[in-house]
C-alpha cells in the first residue's frame, strides 16, 4: 500500500502543479530534492510572483526510521518503526477575490520490532480560505467534494465537513480559518472499509482537487481591488498563519520529526499584517466573512 500510494502522489503532484501553472500563465514551480537524514526525503515544488499566484507550494514526502519521542506520546506507544508519506499544499493568490486553498493526502504505517505493520491509515482532506465571500463559489467548493465523497458513502461528506470546521478552527480568535471543505484522519481497516476501500476514496478526493479549485480561480483572477482589499487580504492572512504555527498537525509532525524545515514552512504566505484589535466595518463585505468564519454554515442544502 506503501508504494502504491506514493507512487499516486508522485503522479498527482505533476497533475495540480502542471494545472496551476496553466492557470498562472507566467511562472513555472522551483523543484528542490532534499533527503531526511533520518530516512526518507521528499519533492517540494514552490512558485512565487506569478501572475496569479503570489506564493504556493505543492509538496511530496515519505520518511522513515525510528518514531521520534514525541510522537511515541502523542500515539501512547513505545519504541517502534514507522512510514509516512503524503502530499500537502497551500496556494496564496495574489488578487484577494481569489481564495487561498490548502490540500493534503497522507498515509500512515507503524511497524513492530519484526517489521510487522502494527498500524496503518490514511488522512488527509481540502479546505477554501477567501477573503471575500462569494457564496457561489463556496457551494462550488463543497458541491464537489461532497460529490467525491458520495461515490463512496454518503455519510462521508457531512462527516468529514463537520471535522474540517472543527479542526481548521482558530480557538483563541473564536473563528474559523476559512469556509472549509473536508477533513478526515485515522481512516483504519473496519468491517465495512479495507484499506483499498480507503485508498480509492482518498484518491478520489485528491482527484477532484483540480475541479473544486481552478474554476474559481478562472472566475476572480481579473476582478479588480484596492490596496484596502489588499490589506485586508494581509490581515485575515495572518490569522492563516497562527493556525498553521499553534495549532496545526502537520507542521507538528514535521517539526517533531526533523522535517525540512523550509518544506514545513512553505505554507506561510509573502506578506501579511497583524494590525492591533483590527475589526472590519459595520455592514461590510469584510464583516460578512467574519460572520460566516464565526459561525460555519451549511453550504450544501
Not at 93 to 113: G, I, L, Q, S
Not at 226 to 255: M, P, S
Not at 262 to 274: A, F
Amino acid at each position: 500500500m506503501k508504494d502504491t500510494f506514493y507512487n499516486y502522489i508522485l503522479k498527482l503532484q505533476d497533475e495540480i502543479v502542471s494545472g496551476l501553472e496553466a492557470i498562472d500563465g507566467q511562472a513555472k514551480f522551483r523543484e528542490d530534492i532534499w533527503e531526511r537524514p533520518e530516512g526518507g526525503g521528499g519533492i517540494t515544488r514552490v512558485i512565487e510572483n506569478g501572475a496569479v499566484i503570489e506564493k504556493g507550494g505543492v509538496n511530496i514526502s515519505a520518511v522513515h526510521g525510528k518514531l521520534p519521542e514525541a510522537m511515541q506520546k502523542m500515539f501512547k506507544v513505545g519504541e517502534a518503526d514507522f512510514f509516512a508519506c503524503g502530499l500537502s499544499l497551500v496556494i496564496h493568490p495574489k488578487n484577494p477575490m481569489v481564495p487561498t486553498v490548502h490540500a493534503n493526502w497522507r498515509y500512515f504505517e507503524m511497524y513492530d520490532n519484526d517489521g510487522n505493520i502494527i498500524e496503518q491509515w490514511f488522512g488527509g482532506g481540502q479546505d477554501l480560505t477567501p477573503y471575500y465571500l462569494f457564496e457561489e463559489d463556496a457551494i462550488h467548493f463543497h458541491q464537489t467534494c461532497k460529490t467525491a465523497c458520495d461515490k463512496h458513502n454518503v455519510e462521508f461528506y457531512p462527516k468529514y465537513k463537520k471535522q474540517c470546521d472543527h479542526y481548521f478552527w482558530n480557538a483563541h480568535r473564536n473563528e474559523a480559518r476559512g469556509i472549509g471543505g473536508l477533513f478526515f484522519d485515522y481512516c483504519k481497516a473496519t468491517e465495512s472499509m479495507s484499506m483499498q476501500d480507503w485508498y480509492n476514496f482518498v484518491t478520489e478526493v485528491g482527484n477532484s482537487f483540480l475541479e473544486a479549485y481552478v474554476p474559481i480561480v478562472e472566475k476572480r483572477k481579473k476582478l479588480p481591488y484596492t490596496e484596502a482589499h489588499k490589506t485586508w487580504q494581509e490581515i485575515r492572512r495572518g490569522r492563516y498563519v497562527e493556525f498553521n504555527l499553534v495549532h496545526d498537525k502537520g507542521t507538528l509532525f514535521g517539526l517533531k520529526t526533523n522535517g525540512r524545515i523550509e518544506s514545513i514552512l512553505m505554507s506561510l504566505p509573502p506578506h501579511v499584517q497583524w494590525v492591533y484589535d483590527h475589526h472590519p466595518e459595520k455592514g461590510s463585505e469584510e464583516e460578512k466573512l467574519i460572520q460566516v468564519l464565526e459561525h460555519p454554515k451549511e453550504w450544501i442544502k
